[in-house]
């Protein structure tokens, strides 16, 4: 599993302390805030201290924890368990993205190893079939832009755990789309003189 992005650390930081401060207000905890970070983290994720070595899976159940201090609804848990279901949830979505029905996929799953469940494939098997069905869309495409005579159109990545590395997104021309977070400029006040 992959390792937190900065912008879940940023609202795991927010998070905690918006928390922290409440639990100073009730006059609950005794040591400094570093220190109970770290204590919290390690009862909710087990053990694991460190944010940093968090992975994709105990980030919302921190957040619930943190939320519920502060008096939050739960977020939702979507999140894939481990690196099969992640790599499952990615073959649906290139099949979306390619318009391939599941009964395609299901075809090419029993030609290629023999099952029609995905789920009793190992990592290895799902890795091999998401590049067997990103390579028939691709060529799907292909021919559909040949036979009207228009340019294949760029493939638009709207997660960023199937977006290339950089020189084959930039040899391919594919878009990377995922959402990025939005900051705020910071507007300059004019200052004012004195009459």
Known sequence: MKNLSKTQLSVLGQLSTKAYRHLVAVGYPSNGYDEWRHEFTADHCGGIDSWRKLSQQHYVPLCNALRAIIGLKPMADNTPKTDAAALIWTIRDRARFW??????????????????????????????LLITIQARGRRRTAKIAERFEVDAPAEVHTSRSTVPPSRLKDWRGDIDASPRP??????????????
């Open 99 to 128: 318009e391939l029905s599941t009964a395609y996929i299901t075809a090419i799953a029993r030609d290629k190893f023999g099952t029609d469940n995905l789920q009793t494939l190992t990592c290895h098997q799902l890795r091999q």
């Open 182 to 195: 939005t900051r705020r400029k910071r507007s300059a006040a004019p200052q004012q003189t004195a009459p």
